[in-house]
């Protein structure tokens, strides 16, 4: 009876040495863009390292659930996008005197900072199926098929979605460059 029992707690030992193993070879091999998308998503460093910390933890909790591991990244993307929206549900707004805030002057931002606040403000008016597509092509870098089975749609659906956000960013930015060049000549 005593031999059965090292034996199964040898089995435990050696099945959580494994998943150890297999958890920090997703980590190591997704964190970077993991991160990058979160940062992408909330613009705030904390904000983003809190939510991959979250998304991991998740990850670490329901790693068995994982059975293909070419489907890796697309799952940590779909429990960062949950904890995202989680992030709201808990989110309990906080009133602020007036008199207590200071304004801050935005008139002396560096260009490429207004480029890239400007290029997501746009992406952020593209409706939401263009703009899903076109997001984890650029920021995730997804194929066509990825994507496709992220979304579960057609491949060919997607690769429409993409060719048409990216024409309306392009018309966008060029109607903004318009208007830009109105106001400065």
Excluded: C
């Amino acid at each position: 009876m005593f031999a059965r029992n090292r034996s199964g707690s040898d089995r435990v030992l050696s099945d959580m040495k494994a998943k150890q193993k297999r958890y920090e070879a997703l980590v190591h091999a997704f964190h970077a863009d993991i991160y990058r998308y979160a940062y992408w998503l909330v613009k705030d460093k904390a904000i983003a390292e809190d939510i991959v910390q979250e998304t991991f933890l998740r990850a670490w909790r329901s790693l068995d659930a994982l059975k293909d591991e070419n489907a890796a990244k697309p799952w940590l993307i779909t429990i960062l996008r949950r904890e995202n929206a989680r992030r709201f549900e808990r989110k309990q707004l906080e009133t602020v005197d007036i008199d207590d805030v200071s304004l801050h002057d935005d008139t002396q931002v560096a260009e490429g900072d207004v480029q890239d606040r400007d290029l997501h403000r746009l992406l952020g008016q593209l409706s939401v199926e263009y703009r899903e597509p076109l997001v984890l092509q650029l920021i995730m870098g997804f194929s066509g098929e990825e994507i496709a089975q992220q979304l579960n749609l057609n491949k060919n659906t997607v690769m429409t979605r993409l060719f048409r956000a990216r024409n309306q960013l392009k018309e966008a930015l060029s109607q903004q460059n318009e208007i830009r060049g109105r106001h400065n000549g």
